[in-house]
């Protein structure tokens, strides 16, 4: 039996740590042992994993870093994994350390858009990445836009083998029947629209929030926002301030994300950037009319043809994308979702990622 070890940052509730949820999955289903060790924060995902028969060592978690290191090394030694899988650049650094004292194989998946060192200066993050990488076998970019980032921005050493894998997705088969029959959005004009965000600057929600200034004469409508994160206070005085307080309100992280994304007639990402974009796969499996900024890794996502691909800037683009939407045929965007799903097969997924171990 092929065993596997993956290192991730954290477990908690995230765009990376769910994708890992779909890797181990699909390589239990291979006949792999998995193992997921985790460096800190809470162990919010935890039972998802032991669910898969994967184990979770927590043992390691909030620790000191350099003893962190060293009591993962000892447990390495005893317990020897020919493949380790780091995840998030905190994952990272620990396993380029580790690749000097252990014969393993090393691969890492870059899940973002962005620096390795994102508060950094640029050239400490290019020399920390370009170090680490270059002691991996391969790495992995979950969409084009991420190795297009690392290429140019020369986050990657020169030598470096890195692949682009997009994220797998199991569709939620309780609701994989699809609706045919033709209808708008919401023939009331009574609309719930909503985002699920860290609230940081880099997910763009005071132009989402603005967009409803625009949009408040014209039609019914609220704005729920899912999340929390160092924007929060700046994002409520921004509600607050534009007299927006009844129609706009910001909900605490939760795990009913399905639940959630089904109470919307209208899902949003408005980000100025993302590497990938879990969240509209697990919209359009819901069916839930998308609309998303027209940049990074997102026209690869919800394909460079769709029509309520919004320029991130622009208020008056988004607004208009959302009163277009209001009046769609549905229908015809269940159709081209569903078509759009196929392409992100997690069975697929996986055999990219066993073709890159097995080449290494």
């Known amino acids: 039996m092929k065993k596997v070890l993956h290192i991730i940052t954290t477990i908690e509730f995230g765009g990376a740590e769910k994708q890992l949820l779909v890797l181990t999955k699909t390589q239990i289903f291979e006949g792999r042992l998995v193992e997921v060790i985790y460096l800190k924060g809470s162990p919010e995902l935890l039972k998802d994993f032991e669910d898969l028969g994967v184990k979770v060592s927590t043992k390691f978690a909030n620790t000191y870093p350099p003893f962190q290191v060293l009591k993962i090394l000892i447990y390495l030694k005893k317990n020897r994994y020919g493949i380790i899988h780091a995840h998030l650049p905190r994952a990272e650094l620990l396993c380029a350390v580790l690749s000097y004292f252990l014969k393993s194989k090393f691969f890492y998946t870059r ?75 919401n023939n009331q004009k009574n609309f719930t629209i909503g985002t699920i965000a860290r609230l940081t600057t880099q997910k763009n929600l005071p132009t989402l929030i603005e967009s409803i200034v625009l949009l408040k004469n014209k039609m019914n409508l609220n704005l729920l926002i899912l999340g929390d994160g160092p924007k929060k206070n700046e994002l409520q005085q921004l509600i607050d301030d534009l007299c927006l307080t009844e129609r706009v309100k910001i909900l605490p992280r939760t795990r009913g994300i399905e639940e959630f994304l089904k109470s919307l007639d209208i899902f949003v990402l408005p980000s100025f950037y993302e590497g990938f974009g879990l969240v509209l796969l697990e919209a359009m499996n819901l069916q839930i009319p998308i609309i998303a900024s027209n940049n990074s890794a997102i026209p690869e996502v919800m394909g460079k043809e769709y029509q309520f691909l919004f320029d991130c800037y622009s208020t008056e683009d988004l607004a208009s994308k959302i009163l277009q939407i209001a009046e769609i045929d549905k229908a015809k965007l269940i159709i081209y979702f569903k078509n759009r799903l196929e392409i992100f097969n997690a069975e697929q997924m996986c055999k990219q990622v066993s073709d890159m171990y097995a080449a290494s």
């Open 111 to 185: 899940h973002n858009a962005e620096k390795f060192f994102p508060k950094g200066p640029g050239f400490v993050s290019r020399l920390l990445s370009r170090s680490v990488s270059n002691r991996f076998e391969c790495g992995i970019a979950i969409s084009q836009a991420v190795k297009n980032f690392l290429v140019v921005n020369k986050e990657i050493a020169r030598n470096s083998k890195l692949q682009m894998i997009y994220y797998g997705f199991f569709p939620n088969k309780s609701d994989s029947s699809l609706k045919y029959e033709k209808s708008t959005v």
